[in-house]
């Protein structure tokens, strides 16, 4: 365990870019998630601790000044863990059949797309499917708000056609979470469940492919919020099942 | 129209105190979200432009620099209003019995609380109770979450004596969203469905007061985020009325 405190070090270089970029490394804090991600299965490249924080042989250990520069201690309670970007194959999340996938239409807000990664997951949602314009699941803020289910839901990024040909080839049907659909209850299996961006909506290219699925309000408010219908619709999903 | 330029001018001093202290008086942004409270029930004050936006006579006028020095240009679209805060009586909320109340106890997180305002409209509460140590749904954090529910829904303070006294006064049952609870279907009026905190839930004092509601999920999550609960048990007693 050697003390690093230089910002030229190659650790801390990594990490912050991993941070800012979570493209092929992702950054999970807090020593129970990271533990966790460990336990399942996530690729481990290091674990970094703060100076002060109890740390195993292997583990590398920052000085305080250089691991607050890179995070909150005390979100990460002294622990990140640096790990290879998760893949899934497209094939897995269609390989279920007995839930339906979440698939997210330009939802741009990390906080909403980790709430529904927690939904997903509450729900037992069998993936979640990211379209062009969509927020990463993988950076810190959308982590976050998934409450630890980025480390158990499966998530894989498609284009428009590439989830119409998937869709099609297993059989599953589109439904898109829409004000002007009908208010009959979602389906509890075999099917892609579409929402789109506040404001937007799900994209007229898509609409056109899938039934339109609305959630009863009171004539009070415009709209819903995108993380409040995915937790209405998955949920009344699961309770079909 | 004067020009305002000064910090030491008095509208000015108003302003950045009431979007400090959200107390006596409360800013809306926006000029629609300021036209539909001034239409509604809300008790204006002034309407404070940003130098450039189109202006009324008896707009206050500030320059640019004064105005981004108290708010966010992109989210004010320039205007901003000086309210009264809005005071509802517990007896008005109590006064329907056609739907439910929901009361927040200790909700720390404002945008939480204002999501669950834009909940209350949507599902047609009759008012949302904030009980001690729940942020205030009157700060601008909280305001933007509600998405204009703010200006509809009657929204009270009270301690938890007053609210058992006010619940067993009008006849209204309690329930608590609990994992611990049943899952049978929310009540559609004349109760109050509490909501807790994160982490902790609704506390123990109170919920010795209410019949334990839990919404069924996978054993995948271990809890569900409290606007996520709030939306899946307002929609399911909407759903009864």
């Known amino acids: 365990m050697k003390l690093i405190a230089s910002r030229q070090n190659a650790w801390f270089k990594r990490l912050r870019q991993a941070i800012r970029d979570h493209d092929a490394e992702i950054v999970i804090e807090g020593p129970k998630a990271v533990a966790d991600a460990a336990a399942g299965r996530w690729h481990p490249l290091a674990r970094i601790v703060r100076e002060g924080s109890p740390a ?10 250089l691991f607050d520069a890179v995070a909150e201690t005390k979100a990460t309670q002294g622990v990140l863990g640096l790990f290879a970007r998760p893949s899934f194959t497209t ?24 709430t529904i990664l927690r939904l997903a997951a509450a729900f037992d949602a069998a993936g979640v499917i990211t379209l062009p314009g969509c927020a990463d699941p993988y950076s810190p803020k959308s982590i976050r708000a998934s409450a630890g289910a980025i480390l158990t839901v499966p998530v894989a990024a498609l284009s428009v056609p590439d989830l119409l040909q998937h869709a ?52 009070r408010v415009e709209s819903l919020n995108v993380a409040t219908s995915a937790a209405i619709l998955l949920h009344g999903s699961f309770a079909r099942r």
């Open 91 to 114: 094939e897995a999340l269609f390989a279920r059949h007995d839930s339906v996938i979440v698939a997210l239409d330009a939802v741009q807000d990390p906080g909403n797309v980790g």
């Open 56 to 65: 195993a042989a292997d583990d590398v250990v920052f000085s305080a000044e």
């Open 168 to 219: 099609r080839g297993a059989g599953f049907a589109l439904y898109a979470a829409d004000a002007a659909g009908s208010t009959s209850p979602p389906p509890p299996s075999r099917a892609v469940i579409l929402l789109g961006s506040e404001g937007q909506g799900v994209s007229p290219a898509l609409l056109s492919h899938a039934q339109a699925l609305a959630i009863a309000t009171s004539d």
